[in-house]
C-alpha cells in the first residue's frame, strides 16, 4: 500500500521525455502546490522522438518544432527542471535518489520515467561511420553523416524493425541508396505476424530498397567517417558483403534500469509494476521503462509507443498523488503508428504470432488494408495500413474485449 504524497509534498520525476513531462505537468493541473523537480541526463528541453526518424531526419523540420514546448514556455510551467543531470541511485526506504554529482534529493513521491536506450552491436562503439538513432543528437550526428556521404550515400540500415524501416525510409526520400539487413525472413513477424510482415517488406521492395533477409551481421569493417571516401564493409553470415558510407543500427532498445540496480524494485524486462502503475511505496513507472499488470489484457506488459508515455505518465502522476487506495487500473488499448514510404502503418491491441489473420478492407497488393487479428473467440489487434480513419472504428471493441464474431460484424463480414 501507498499513502497519498500531502501536497505541500516533493515530487520527483526521473526522466524529462514524454512519459516524464506529462505526468509533471499532470501533477501541477491537479492543483499540487509542493515541488515538482524533472531530472533528465539530456541537455535538450524535452522534445518528441518520432519525428526523428521522420520529418527530421529528413530536414523537412527544424529542430524547434520537436520540442514539446517552447523554450519561454517551458518556464511557465511551474517545474524545476534539472537537465543534463544523471540519476544514479534510488533508496525507496529512504525516499531519495542520487545524481551523479553525489547530491541526494529527497521525495514524497517518485515517478520513474526513464524509457529506453538503443541497443548496440557489439565491436561498433566509436566507429565514425556506424550509428543508432534514440536521441536528437542521433539524428542530428546523422543527418551530418548523410550530408557528408553526399548525393548518393550507400546506406545500410541493421534491423527492419520499425526504426530501422523508417530510417530507411526516410533515407531513400533523400536520394541514398539503401539496403535493409534483417536476421528474419520477414520483417515485423515476430511484431506483426508473417503475413503483414510481408506486407510491410513490400512497402520497401515498391520504392527499390534492397532488403538482404534472413542473414545476420558478422562484422563491419573498415571504414573512415562519411565522406572520406573509406567505405565501411558490413560483413554477413552467409558470406556476402555490403559496402557503406553510414550505416545505421536498429536492432531494438533495452529499458533504462541500470540506475536502479541495488535498490528494492524488481527489474525484469523494465521496471515491475502494479496494475496501477506502482513499483513501491510512492513510486510509480511510466512510459517505456515500465512493464505493469494490464487488467483487461491480465499480462504482464512493457510497450515501447508514444502513446502509452503520454497516457500513462498522467495516470502514474494521479495515482501517485491519490495513494494506492484510491488509484485507478491502467489499461489503454495499446496504439502505435509508423510513417514509411508514404504509407501510415497503424496498429491497435497487440498482436501475437499465432494470430489468424483476416484483411477485412483492402488488400496487401494495394497497400491499403484493415486486417483484424483473431485469438481464440477474441478480436486480439486491428492493423491498418493507409486506412486510419477505418481502423479507429475497432478501438471501442478492443476495449470491450469484443469477440472476432463481432468484429467480423462490424467489418461487414
Ligand atoms: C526515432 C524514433 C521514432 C519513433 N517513432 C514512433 C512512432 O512513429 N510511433 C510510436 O508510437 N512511437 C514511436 N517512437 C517511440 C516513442 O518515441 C517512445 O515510446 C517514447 O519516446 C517513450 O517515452 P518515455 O518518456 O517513456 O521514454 P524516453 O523518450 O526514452 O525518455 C526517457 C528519458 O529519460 C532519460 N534518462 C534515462 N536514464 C536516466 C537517468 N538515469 N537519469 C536521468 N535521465 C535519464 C533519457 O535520456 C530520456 O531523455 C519512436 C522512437 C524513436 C526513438
Known amino acids: 500500500m501507498s499513502g497519498p504524497v500531502p501536497a505541500e509534498g516533493t515530487v520527483v520525476?526521473?526522466?524529462?521525455?514524454?512519459?516524464?513531462?506529462?505526468?509533471?505537468?499532470?501533477?501541477?493541473?491537479?492543483?499540487?502546490?509542493?515541488?515538482v523537480v524533472i531530472i533528465g541526463d539530456e541537455v535538450h528541453a524535452p522534445y518528441d522522438r518520432p519525428p526523428l526518424s521522420k520529418q527530421l531526419l529528413a530536414g523537412?523540420?527544424?529542430?524547434?518544432?520537436?520540442?514539446?514546448?517552447?523554450?519561454?514556455?517551458?518556464?511557465?510551467?511551474?517545474?524545476?527542471?534539472?537537465?543534463?543531470?544523471?540519476?544514479?541511485?534510488?533508496?525507496?526506504?529512504?525516499?531519495?535518489?542520487?545524481?551523479?554529482?553525489?547530491?541526494?534529493?529527497?521525495?514524497?513521491?517518485?515517478?520513474?520515467?526513464?524509457?529506453?536506450?538503443?541497443?548496440t552491436l557489439p565491436g561498433t562503439a566509436g566507429h565514425p561511420a556506424v550509428r543508432t538513432l534514440r536521441?536528437?543528437?542521433?539524428?542530428?550526428?546523422?543527418?551530418s553523416d548523410l550530408e557528408a556521404a553526399g548525393a548518393g550515400a550507400r546506406v545500410v540500415v541493421i534491423g527492419a524493425g520499425f526504426i530501422g524501416?523508417?530510417?530507411?525510409?526516410?533515407?531513400?526520400?533523400?536520394?541514398?541508396?539503401?539496403?535493409?539487413?534483417?536476421?528474419?525472413?520477414?520483417?515485423?513477424?515476430?511484431?506483426?505476424?508473417?503475413?503483414?510482415?510481408e506486407a510491410c517488406a513490400g512497402l520497401h521492395r515498391d520504392a527499390g530498397v534492397h532488403l538482404r533477409l534472413g542473414v545476420g551481421v558478422v562484422s563491419i569493417d573498415g571504414g573512415g567517417a562519411p565522406g572520406s571516401g573509406q567505405p565501411t564493409t558490413v560483413r554477413l553470415d552467409d558470406g556476402s558483403s555490403v559496402d557503406a558510407d553510414v550505416v545505421v543500427v536498429g536492432i531494438g532498445v533495452d529499458p533504462a534500469v541500470d540506475w536502479l540496480a541495488g535498490s528494492d524494485l524488481v527489474l525484469d524486462d523494465g521496471v515491475r509494476c502494479d496494475e496501477r502503475l506502482f513499483a513501491a511505496d510512492r513510486v510509480v513507472a511510466a512510459g517505456d521503462v515500465a512493464r505493469w499488470h494490464h487488467p483487461v489484457l491480465d499480462a504482464d506488459i512493457r510497450l515501447e509507443h508514444w502513446t502509452n508515455a503520454a497516457e500513462g505518465g498522467p495516470v502514474a502522476a494521479r495515482n501517485l498523488l491519490a495513494g494506492s487506495g484510491a488509484a485507478e487500473p491502467y489499461a489503454p488499448v495499446p496504439f502505435f503508428w509508423s510513417d514509411q514510404y508514404g504509407?501510415?502503418?497503424?496498429?491497435?491491441?497487440?498482436?501475437?504470432?499465432?494470430?489468424?489473420?483476416?484483411?477485412?478492407?483492402?488488400?496487401?497488393?494495394?497497400?491499403?488494408?484493415?486486417?483484424?487479428?483473431?485469438?481464440?473467440?477474441?478480436?486480439?489487434?486491428?492493423?491498418?495500413?493507409?486506412r486510419p480513419r477505418q481502423l479507429m472504428g475497432y478501438r471501442p471493441l478492443l476495449a470491450a474485449g469484443a469477440s472476432f464474431a463481432e468484429a467480423m460484424a462490424s467489418a461487414g463480414g
Do not use: N
Not at 520525476?13 to 493541473?29: F, I, K, M, T, Y
Not at 536521441?135 to 546523422?142: E, V
Open 13 to 35: 520525476v526521473v526522466g524529462a521525455s514524454l512519459a516524464g513531462l506529462r505526468a509533471a505537468e499532470e501533477v501541477r493541473h491537479l492543483g499540487h502546490t509542493g515541488p
Open 60 to 119: 523537412t523540420w527544424d529542430v524547434l518544432r520537436v520540442h514539446h514546448h517552447a523554450p519561454d514556455r517551458l518556464d511557465t510551467l511551474g517545474l524545476d527542471f534539472r537537465l543534463g543531470s544523471r540519476v544514479t541511485g534510488l533508496d525507496v526506504a529512504g525516499r531519495s535518489v542520487v545524481t551523479e554529482d553525489g547530491s541526494e534529493l529527497g521525495y514524497d513521491g517518485l515517478v520513474i520515467a526513464t524509457g529506453a536506450r538503443a541497443r
Open 135 to 143: 536521441t536528437l543528437d542521433d539524428c542530428l550526428g546523422l543527418r
Open 165 to 197: 524501416a523508417e530510417v530507411a525510409s526516410t533515407c531513400h526520400g533523400l536520394g541514398c541508396a539503401v539496403t535493409v539487413v534483417e536476421t528474419l525472413a520477414t520483417p515485423l513477424a515476430r511484431v506483426v505476424g508473417e503475413e503483414m510482415g
Open 343 to 386: 504509407a501510415k502503418i497503424q496498429v491497435l491491441g497487440r498482436p501475437a504470432p499465432g494470430d489468424e489473420v483476416v484483411v477485412v478492407d483492402g488488400s496487401v497488393e494495394d497497400r491499403r488494408l484493415v486486417a483484424l487479428y483473431r485469438r481464440g473467440d477474441r478480436l486480439a489487434a486491428a492493423l491498418a495500413i493507409s
